[in-house]
């Protein structure tokens, strides 16, 4: 006859294997580490990383390293820092960031001795739009525990004590760093995360230039992210107590819209667009390079519908510091204070009817272009209020 097991015995072989359980997966989540929240080395990353945790950590180890910081979403990180004199620039963007984001990220640096010289805040059509709540539980996009107020045993125990996509994200990381790591249709990114901050695609842009040259690029054939929400007095309250931190700490604050494709400008919600601007130059100027002009109705200078290219970022620059040594359309760049903002959105109105005969109508942004119409309405009552 067999050996009787006991319950002693059984109870120590559960225990075991469940040890044994948690343990392997504690040991390949730290081996894959798909959000890049242990890692060093981000050759092998192999997803986006949380780059707001990533980088708050590596400025508190580098405090002395920068001075300046650009704030954004991903659409700012084609902005080159190198080109900026006056400080040296850290790219701080981070997927979908938005300003209440950036205002406890600086709020942060600034209490934990990293000195902050100036800064510059990119905003986007979602950035009035997205509710800041669920992103910080978001693995991707929560910020640093000592910001969030989160433990961090939990913190750390999100990513590692976990079971549920453990193993396809191991496949991911062995497919893309191993199995397919030279195949020239895997497009491979490069996180500089200890240098400048930004993200890189070499073959991208190469792509482009090949595509232009060939047959020109018209069009893309990505979806578009939509945003519902309406943020936009909790979005202006998080940008006043940024302007009024810049001006406490004496730091030089530049505020900039990102350029959008014109396919993704006409799918967003152009009258909730205007009002959010015209709030916001009640608290400070900015540069708006959205609307509808010589760069952002031509797809070669982007990527995707969102996320326009370092030739444009360079452009940018020019406009709003006067370097690097490139060529601006006349059209591209507008800066906008409380005297000008009412005739800047009237013009950006009649820029929409202006190219309206040039576009391909469907539903979707006919549902925009008649919310310029509902501009032109409410203009008597809202465009044409004096600005306090």
């Not at 978001?138 to 549920?164: H, M, N």
């Not at 819209?257 to 608290?283: G, Q, S």
Request: proline letters at 4%; a positive charge.
């Amino acid at each position: 006859m067999g050996r009787k097991i006991t319950y002693k015995s059984w109870t120590r072989t559960v225990v075991c294997s469940l040890i044994l359980l948690v343990g392997s997966v504690v040991l390949i989540n730290i081996i894959v580490d798909a959000y890049g929240i242990l890692r060093t080395d981000f050759s092998f990353q192999f997803q986006l990383p949380n780059m707001n945790f990533i980088k708050i950590k590596y400025l508190l180890h580098h405090k002395n390293k920068f001075d300046s910081f650009i704030f954004g979403s991903s659409r700012v990180e084609n902005i080159d820092q190198n080109k900026i004199s006056g400080g040296r620039y850290y790219n701080m963007i981070y997927p979908l960031g938005i300003p209440q984001e950036h205002l406890r990220n600086i709020r942060f640096l600034l209490n934990n001795g990293v000195s902050v010289k100036n800064v510059m805040i990119g905003i986007d059509e979602f950035s009035y739009q997205l509710d800041p709540e669920p992103r910080r539980a978001d693995l991707l996009t929560q910020p640093y525990p000592a910001i969030s107020g989160k433990k961090p045993q939990v913190f750390y125990g999100e990513y590692f004590v976990k079971l549920r996509r453990t193993f396809s994200q191991l496949g991911k990381y062995i497919r893309y760093n191993y199995t397919r790591r030279n195949d020239p249709a895997e497009v491979h990114y490069i996180y500089d995360i200890d240098g400048s901050g930004r993200i890189f695609c070499p073959s991208c842009d190469e792509t482009i230039e090949r595509s232009a040259k060939k047959r020109g690029r018209n069009g893309f054939t990505q979806a578009i992210m939509h945003f519902d929400g309406n943020k936009i007095s909790d979005t202006i309250d998080a940008m006043r107590e940024i302007v009024s931190l810049a001006k406490q700490n004496n730091i030089k604050l530049t505020i900039f819209v990102n350029p959008m494709h014109k396919a993704a400008y006409l799918d967003t919600n152009l009258l909730k667009l205007a009002l959010f601007k015209k709030e916001l130059a009640r608290i400070a100027d900015y540069f708006d390079f959205s609307g509808l002009n010589s760069i952002t109705t031509d797809s070669y200078y982007y990527y995707e519908p969102l996320h326009y290219r370092p030739l444009v970022g360079d452009m940018m620059l020019k406009v709003m510091f006067g370097a690097p040594n490139v060529a601006v359309p006349r059209d591209f760049g507008f800066l906008v204070t409380r005297g000008n903002v009412d005739a800047h959105l009237e013009s950006q109105c009649l820029e929409i009817k202006r190219h309206r005969p040039e576009l391909v109508l469907n539903e979707a942004n006919t549902k925009f272009t008649d919310s310029c119409g509902a501009l032109d309405d409410a203009s008597r009552n809202f465009l044409h209020q004096p600005v306090n």
